[in-house]
């Protein structure tokens, strides 16, 4: 498989083009909303996430609008799937795996199993330059999650 | 006009096209974003680390008297080659330091620094300072902060359609509250060429500044400032086969004489208590500290070069490769044009929007072929936000770029949209 | 500590020093102004240029990636080599401006930019900024700026007629209203190093900011920010076998994050409107415009080949070194050492006046015996005053320094009264 | 001649401790006196060069103090020596030709009739960064000429 190919396997192109998650925003609401805007400023991509958790499942329920590479709005429909399986708990394990995957510059073997469609972006993590574009859904969530435990916190 | 064979023998010069991307030749299409170096440049720095080596203008043992001399010989040929005096040309980091030397020079000022003879750079609220929606963040975010800092309002010419300056407005935008009219005189990303004589006579009219950006005209084209008549203007060398960390503002003498410093300590002062100090005239009022020596003298090595080769002839060249770039572009399918569509008034930078592909996407697409191009919005996020898009895909020439890595990355351009299913 | 063998292969690795002067091999003791670069410096810029040269940041192609590499590469190197965290090391042109961007971040926080994190660095009238009696230039002018931009007063530490600062009144000149302690860890005319501990709690103590010019204990000695404890540091390159055009700005992260930007431009923004900016976190915020890319890589290497040898090894050598020459001096009748008279404390500058010769004619007649020494005042014109004198001789090794180098020095230096007729 | 003995001659040096004109400078005082104060940034060396002119022969009369190296203390001596024996016009243009020695490189013939002493500084001109050492008096005393001209003429 070339680099190029490695970069964008069909899954990815797929979910850019799919994009889960990408649908009107939440809004302020009750249980506590986390929302979190970032922006890439080598090509002045964003994204807004914005997250809630389902206080009868615990899970996450999440939401993105943003614009972008097909890496970073692949990765943000990719998350978007992983994300709504997990309490915020999960989600950070989570987030950590993918962080630490998307450092490994092509070293790392991806956990298919708990990563699932997101171990797809391993081949990413060869192309420095990109690896913000696959992080920026993720940074983004991450904030958002954050502020809903201090919510739950207070 | 240079020829094949010429351009064959320019690249030649410059060792860094020796190198494979992707198993492919490398078709460096990013010089607007940095040049390569000739190695007459290269080992220009090298030579004065191996042979002259000293701090400049300081010493009086040989190596200091011999570092001096490449110095101050190579501020006169970069003054010379842009059509300045060497007192009125003084080293900077790069360009976005000699704009922010400027900037901050008019609030120094404005806050009442330099005496009575800068008291006519001085800026409050009710002055305006103009520049236009097509700068490069250097070239606005400076003034923003100077229109902060002094309450003066900042005003801009907007851009036309054809990615032309619209100057329709223009002695309202300059009117006579305007005290700075700032401007580039060609876009690092349309590769428009704006015309600065019609610019330079409404400021003079109403008795503004005004302050050129010649980062993409001083590589490519002949560039005579003072027959321009501009008041300032700023250059990098990277941009113009020189090592990176040099760059120059120009100042017209009697401006410069009278424009409090910025940067100091060492080496521009004449006298120093511990309650004050005086300042030494330009150049060395604005050259606080050790300066990039050995990049300035590559600096000279770099004019030297591009006189050897003509500017007369570059330009030529580049206003064949822009037309050859722009009529490929045209006729590619969902893919627009962001810029003049002739190639006159034009240099050879040639950005496109790919419907339905991300700039990134579009750039990773060409580097696996071993086109290396820029995308993002090339500092210049309101040029972007004007023609709807917020990055875009940057092809750009210089004297060593060739026909056929042009037509490389017009044929690689025309895959984009079927690889990533945008055409479907 | 270094062994002769050691020193001889170490000068092996710098082709200047196949250099004659005047017809002998010449004697380089200008270290202090600007040091000699060893190959692998020279060619880690020119490799670069070979083989990577491209925009950092900003490009997605390889060139552009491998750059970037490079360039962040180097920043993690010369970081580690200082003690500090490559998100608090900024690069810059020399010292110099590192300096600057200090005072001038805190003149702009004091004219209310930056927001509400800035407002701790807010200066006005009733606040006092100190420096030290022997400070560089460098270290002295921005802070009379911006005593003269905001108000504040401007105090300073005296120098004892040893060479060292006198701290009698230190808690009396660093009292409640200061609000930054600026001084230099080396003195680059006495040699002295600063009880840098000492400074640091008394500012604390009263909550000044602290500022350190590492300008000549970076090239020298061990050096550790964290575990010295101040908040802002500059040094520079060209002194530490670096190439020229490449300095450094470290401040404590926390400060980093909160001090507004000083100069402004592409590449340390994250969002640009016409009316307005965002700024990145640091350390890119300091870093308007393309950096001197090549210059950061080169400076990467030449920590690498300091660490390499062992700072601490240099150190002692350099220690044995000042000693031979400060006793030599001692030995020379009517040559007056400027600086402590022994070798504990001090590194290898030493600076003298020669009693009846004018320092110029001094240097003259030692650069016709090919030993390159500095004349003149050094950039520390107050320094010099204190000692009745307006320049001196100084002679400054390195750790490619010979013993008998030294010795030429000495030896030229007890010729020098009798040549100008001064001893009669 | 060794480099260093054609820029320090006997002449110079003799001239350096001779000091002519360096004595208590003329102060406010009429016939119009020109003053002048020049620094070389570079080491800090000044001088201060007074004039004025005779009104019954119309020369110069020349009194200087300064703190400097051989070469400009010996470049100020013998300068007052050449001065005082001219008036303002023929002083502008002994300073014209010592101005072009001074920037000859090594290259001119002084003219050792007109310059005098002067001409012993012509090894100065090997050695640019001594030019300004040599040069500082004559641009103080051109400047001071200048002021009195200024003075006639008004
Ligand atoms: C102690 C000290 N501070 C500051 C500087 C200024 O450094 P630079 O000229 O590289 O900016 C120097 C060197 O000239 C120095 O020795
Ligand atoms: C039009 C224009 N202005 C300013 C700049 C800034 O130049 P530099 O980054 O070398 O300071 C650039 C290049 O980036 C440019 O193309």
Redesign the interface.
């Known amino acids: 498989m070339?680099?190029?190919d490695q970069?964008?396997q069909q899954l990815i192109?797929d979910h850019a083009?799919r994009r889960t998650g990408n649908m009107p925003l939440l809004g302020a609401a009750e249980p506590p909303v986390g929302a979190s805007h970032q922006i890439n400023p080598?090509?002045?991509?964003?994204i807004t996430v914005e997250a809630r958790r389902d206080p009868a499942t615990g899970r996450l329920l999440v939401r993105w609008d943003g614009?972008?590479?097909?890496?970073s709005m692949a990765s943000a429909s990719a998350m978007t799937e992983l994300a709504e399986e997990c309490d915020p708990e999960g989600f950070n394990a989570l987030e950590a795996r993918f962080h630490e995957l998307m450092h490994s510059r092509g070293q790392a073997q991806p956990d298919e199993e708990a990563l699932g469609d997101a171990a797809a972006f391993a081949g990413v993590s060869k192309?420095p330059a990109?690896v913000k574009?696959a992080l920026l859904a993720w940074m983004a969530l991450k904030d958002a999650v954050y502020q809903i435990e201090g919510a739950d916190r207070a | 006009m240079l020829s094949a064979a010429q351009v064959a023998r320019i690249r030649n010069d410059f060792?860094?096209f020796d190198?494979e991307?992707?198993g492919t030749p490398?078709a460096?299409l990013?010089s607007g974003?940095?040049a390569?170096?000739p190695a007459t440049?290269?080992d220009a720095?090298?030579d004065f680390?191996?042979?002259r080596?000293?701090?400049v203008?300081?010493?009086?043992?040989?190596?200091?008297?011999e570092a001096?001399?490449a110095f101050e010989g190579a501020r006169a040929a970069v003054a010379a080659f842009v059509g300045a005096d060497p007192d009125e040309l003084c080293w900077t980091?790069?360009?976005?330091?000699a704009?922010?030397v400027v900037a901050?020079g008019l609030a120094?000022a404005s806050?009442g620094?330099g005496g009575a003879e800068a008291a006519r750079f001085a800026l409050g609220p009710g002055d305006t300072i103009v520049v236009t929606?097509m700068e490069?963040?250097?070239?606005?975010?400076?003034w923003?902060?100077l229109a902060?800092?002094t309450g003066a309002g900042?005003r801009?010419i907007p851009l036309g359609e054809d990615g032309r300056l619209d100057l329709t407005d223009l002695d309202d935008i300059v009117d006579e509250h305007a005290k700075v009219l700032a401007f580039s005189h060609v876009s690092n990303v349309l590769g428009t060429i704006n015309p600065v004589g019609a610019l330079v006579e409404r400021a003079r009219r109403v008795g503004a500044l005004t302050v050129l950006d010649a980062c993409q005209s001083a590589p490519h084209l002949p560039l005579d400032l003072h027959g321009l008549g501009v008041d300032f203007a700023a250059f990098?060398g990277?941009k113009m086969l020189a090592?990176?960390?040099?760059g120059a503002l120009y100042g017209r003498a009697e401006l410069l004489a009278a424009l409090p410093p910025?940067?100091?300590?060492?080496?521009m002062?004449?006298?120093?208590?511990?309650?004050?100090?005086q300042f030494?005239a330009p150049p060395q009022r604005f050259e606080?500290?050790?300066?990039?020596?050995?990049?300035a003298v590559g600096f000279g090595a770099a004019v030297d070069y591009l006189r050897h080769i003509g500017m007369a002839a570059i330009a030529d060249r580049e206003e064949a490769l822009a037309q050859r770039l722009v009529e490929g572009v045209a006729r590619i399918p969902g893919v627009r044009l962001l810029g003049p569509a002739d190639a006159a008034d034009r240099i050879a930078s040639v950005a496109v929007d790919v419907q339905g592909?991300?700039?990134?996407?579009v750039?990773?697409?060409?580097?696996?072929q071993g086109?290396?191009?820029?995308?993002?919005?090339h500092?210049a996020?309101?040029l972007?936000?004007r023609y709807g898009v917020?990055?875009s895909t940057r092809a750009s020439a210089y004297l060593y770029t060739t026909d056929e890595e042009c037509e490389r990355f017009l044929a690689a351009l025309a895959e984009v949209r079927g690889?990533?299913?945008a055409d479907s």
């Open positions: 070339s680099g190029l970069l964008y192109l083009k080598t090509c002045g991509d964003e614009e972008g590479c097909s890496i192309f990109r574009c | 060792p860094v190198r991307v992707a490398l460096y990013d974003a940095t390569q170096k440049v290269i720095e090298q680390y191996a042979q080596n000293a701090a203008h300081r010493g009086a043992h040989t190596l200091a008297v001096t001399e980091k790069n360009a976005t330091e704009l922010n901050y120094n806050a620094l929606e490069h963040h250097a070239n606005l975010v400076p923003q902060q902060a800092r900042l801009w990098s990277h090592p990176t960390g040099i910025v940067l100091t300590g060492g080496s002062i004449t006298t120093v208590t511990m309650e004050g100090a030494m606080a500290g050790t300066q990039p020596v050995a990049q592909v991300h700039a990134h996407d750039g990773q697409y060409l580097d696996a086109v290396a191009v820029r995308v993002g919005h500092c996020q309101p972007h936000r917020t990055a690889f990533f299913g």
